[in-house]
């Protein structure tokens, strides 16, 4: 039980660190932000067209935020599998497994530094599987891979809404669709393992556990997106960093 809360923990600080890097916009930008039409009209007499909102790639969607055509899927990919964030996390998570590592662990998974380097590319292979996985399906289905918050203020329907939305989303037309692309991340970040893990972990049976645990990590993402607002004035007050909220 200790170790399974460790490794929520850790799932959380993943959250927390792999928000929008410096330079990124939210999906739905701010009204200075967006392209405003000319003040002089045309030869014609008429106003020229305004430009369309340029598409953005962020974790977080709103009900202004236009769709992520392939090359935004790709950007969203890109940013949430290689963010600096995510390698110090992958580095906790591998201290608590080595320091507390499963039963039938061969001793090379175990100790030292090539322990330690197995631990450590064990996370980025899931973590990056996860996200190739969501960006490949997402593609092909037309899925939107963003978190969508709720509109209510109630605080249990918006930690239900945040959990619901790990298996019913937006696809591209902004309808509510089953998730797929969450689905099959999590199976390519459970199953990834069976490549590389020793045995008796490389079977099914503990690649769908790590499956199930990859859902509850989407499910604490989605909480912590959801809260954000919140989590940025309780961090504000205990004058804690505020990891990129």
Known sequence: MTK???????????????QPLPGQTQS??????RPQPASTSSANGKQPATPSVREESTTVGNAESVPLHI?????????ESFRPGVY??????TGLTMANPPNAYPREWRQGLPGFGRNYGDFMASWASVQGGK???ASAVREDPRYFPSSSRNFFARSIHAIWFVVIDHGDNGRPRLALANISGALAGGFVGNAYLPDPYANTSHGLSRSALALSGFATSNLAD???????????KMHLPSLGY
């Open 28 to 33: 739905a930008p701010d009204q200075d932000s």
């Open 4 to 18: 399974r809360i460790a490794v929520l923990f850790s799932l959380l600080l993943v959250t927390y660190l792999a």
């Open 135 to 137: 960006f490949v399906v």
């Open 88 to 93: 110090p996390v992958a580095a906790f998570y």
């Open 71 to 79: 090359k935004g899927k790709l950007r969203y990919f890109a940013v």
């Open 226 to 236: 959801e809260f954000r607002p919140e989590i940025r004035r309780v961090l504000k």
